[in-house]
């Protein structure tokens, strides 16, 4: 999307307010886990994280390094999903695994899911081999939650920005 890709604008809202709102339903502190310098939103119900170490850059860091700073299990989502609702991530609530993550027909959502402090060796291991984020995360052998494909979409382009905006803002959608 030619980046800053968090402040892209959705309904009038930054794109990453709906995943955080999604997470603010369950979730009492939410934190956005990110490269230093990476360009967010001005303001926001959220606290910023720095993402160590710089490199390499690959989601299973960023998670790896939320749950050494939580000290605790950790909800994870996307900032490019506006789709998900408190609903899905109450689903993905309360099962005893070193992750529990959502899954549709297309398979494992690594990016939506929790995670326990047990799995961020794992996951930095992972991401210093180059493994992509679903095998690192399948290796933990996750509880999945089903969640309806619908709910799982990213906003990776202009296009789908402007689809997720005519379908969010028309009130036909399930945004947070």
């Not at 390499?56 to 390094?65: D, F, L, N, V, Y």
Request: proline letters at 8%; aromatic letters at 2%; hydrophobic letters at 50%.
């Amino acid at each position: 999307m030619g980046g800053a890709k968090a402040t892209r604008m959705l309904c009038g809202r930054p794109l990453m307010a709906f995943p955080a709102e999604a997470l603010a339903a369950v979730c009492e502190r939410v934190a956005v886990i990110c490269k230093p310098g990476t360009q967010l939103p001005a303001r926001g119900a959220w606290e910023v994280w720095d993402d160590e170490p710089l490199e390499p850059r690959h989601p299973a860091i960023g998670i790896a390094h939320a749950l050494e700073r939580a000290s605790g299990p950790v909800m994870v989502c996307a900032g490019d999903m506006p789709f998900v609702t408190g609903a899905e991530c109450a689903a993905l609530m309360g099962a005893a695994a070193a992750a529990v993550v959502a899954s549709d027909e297309g398979g494992l959502q690594p990016l939506l899911g929790v995670y326990v402090p047990d799995a961020a060796p794992a996951l930095r291991s992972a991401a210093a081999r180059g493994e992509a984020l679903r095998v690192a995360v399948e290796a933990l052998n996750p509880v999945r939650v089903e969640v309806a494909a619908d709910a799982l979409r990213s906003v990776n382009t202009p296009g789908e920005l402007a689809a997720a905006e005519r379908e969010l803002c028309s009130g036909t959608g399930g945004a947070a």
